[in-house]
């Protein structure tokens, strides 16, 4: 029973900290229709953001997401402002392609800076458990979900409260007629990108101190979070919230129940099923086909 | 119109960003193209003549980038050696080097295209078993001479090649049998009782693993966990809580590389659960990026298997180490000492034959013959397996120390059992 309950823990701060990296690439699809491969090379560039700032003056991991989410914020709009923009409004295919590219240059730009090696923050918690009776939760986890909840609810605040929010909304409803009571479309596009890529230094942070890291990581992370919005409902951000919980627990209990070899095929079966089952995904919205119809 | 302005403007930018991104992590002195990176040398000594031409495909970028970059080291520091004591046969030596990506598909290419296009003299090995598996099958089929510097998993030598030859001491299954032994032969009391076995799906790794499982359940330490991991795996959580839930005293990692290594290292602290004795394949053999990974205070008694230690008495070591630091300002790493030995097996039977012409005569030399490396004295069996024992190893007070065979060992205590990790 307590393996149990320990293996459901462990998925769920594993979930928690898939949801905050998943966040961002949520919201840009769903306002933009443009999917960020790069995202996982973004999340790489915050760990070694953080990593580097931590290993040259002590500042803690944790601080340092107050300062490498703004970096990531500013990085977001320049990369908007120089490439996406010329792509906004083509199919998403598109932006794959683009964005596949630009995390290819990211990888390099990165080892270049810091070579191919493997780099990890480890202040005194990295290795360390908060302890319930006989249940276990791992520090980084646990400050990694906190993260995740305060992420999600500025990111709830953003879009409820603020005017961008509902200019956000609005566009990611109906471009033309968001345009037409004076919203204007690529700003919103552009403020969105750089919130989403600011949310990969957040989660990049907090990574960095789970999980050792090199410039090639990122392949590991897209695959993941890809698998968590497409069960979710790509653009749904409580969708992506919930395929993370579901996707952590659904990999540990794999891990424990049936064998550590299969846990890694998870994300993969997930897509499988749910876009043969249901093409919007749990939360997400009628695809656009179906709306034609 | 101001779009295609702007385009324009932007294209030499982004030129610049992918130019850089072809050279990422080479920050030593020898300048690089994109793929094939030819390094000829300024010569010295007395070499003249055609250039005897190298070729090998090593995985400078990807997955396997570290070791590559550090086998390219490796091969570089022997050419330069060579070349600056009168060269081969008398002949310079020039290396000629492709980058596989650590891609299967990439190394058989490339290794297609040294022998085909840039028709190279001799080829060398490149990094890894997963690699190694399909290239030498490439050099097999045009007849050449194969020394591969890391490549021991028992796939490599199953499949009747006669020009393939592993430049290290041993073969995977046998990469542990020091320890083995070694926790075989504890006195009752302190022998341990169970045994928990976790291996990467790697044709190296796991076979690391089998072979002490095979040998600890001969001396009767009965096995409670066993399992096969992809070796993508980065969260070992629940595979940590799930070891420790059996209690084993000995958790031996067929790990493939440092990652994988370092994540069950670090779920097992957060999990609070250390071993008696800990194993693992390759990835304590990375030094301070090892240490500084899972924190140096968690190495404290944590074994491993090496072909090289820095303070061998091996001939050409003192050499090896002066051209290396000279070169580099730094250490060699296990790798680039095995890209060295790898192309000193080769330097050895190029020399006793006389001759770069005939192929089969250097490979039927080699079988027939053991070679000095700085890794010891190699020789090989019929299907290219070395015959040799590696070294084992153990990290003590923050260094990595030999502790077994007794002729060899640079620490003449063994830490046992292994302290707590630092987080439990």
New interface residues.
Partial sequence: MTQLIQTIVLGLLLGGVYALLASGLTLIFGVMDVINVAQGALIILAAFMTWAMWSETGLDPLLGVLVVTPAMFLIGFGIYMATVRWIQGKPPSTSVILTFGLALVIEGVMGMVWTATLHRSTPSYFDESFRIGDIYLRKGQVYGCAIAVGVLAILYVILRVTWLGRAIRAVSANMSSARLVGVNPSTVAALTFAVGVATAGAGGSIASVLYPFLPASHYQWISRLLGIIVLGGMGSLPGAIVGALLLGVAETMTQIYISPQWATMVPWAVILIVLLVRPQGLMGQKLREDVAL | MR?IVW?LA?LPV?LA??L????????DDEGDGGGADTTATDGGGEASGDPIRIGASLPL???F??PG?AARRGYEVWMEMVNDSGGLLGRPVEMVIKDDQSDQNLVVTDYNALIDQDQVDLLLGTFSSLLNIPASAVAERAQMVYVEPAGGSPDMFNRGFEYLFFAQQATAPHQADLFSEWVGGLPEGEKPATAAY?AA?DPFGAPVAEGIQEQLEAAGVETVYS????P????F???A??IA?QKPDVIAQGSAG??DG??L??AL????YSPKQMFQASTPS?AD?YS????VE?TEGIFYAVSYHVDAPTPGNPEFLEAYRAKFNEDPPEDAADGYAAAQVLQAAVEAVGSIDDQAALKDWLHENSVETILGELSWDETGAPEQAFLLAQWQNGDEEIVLPEEAATSDTIVNPKPP???G
């Fill in positions: 779009r385009l932007l982004l960003l992918v850089a991104a072809g050279c990422g992590g080479d920050d970028t990807g997955d980038a570290e970059e976790i799906d399992e096969i991991y992809p993508e795996t980065v969260n959580d629940a595979i809580s799930d839930a440092l990652q370092v994540n290292i670090t602290s957060a999990a609070g990375f990026q500084d990974a899972i924190g968690n990790w630092s987080g």
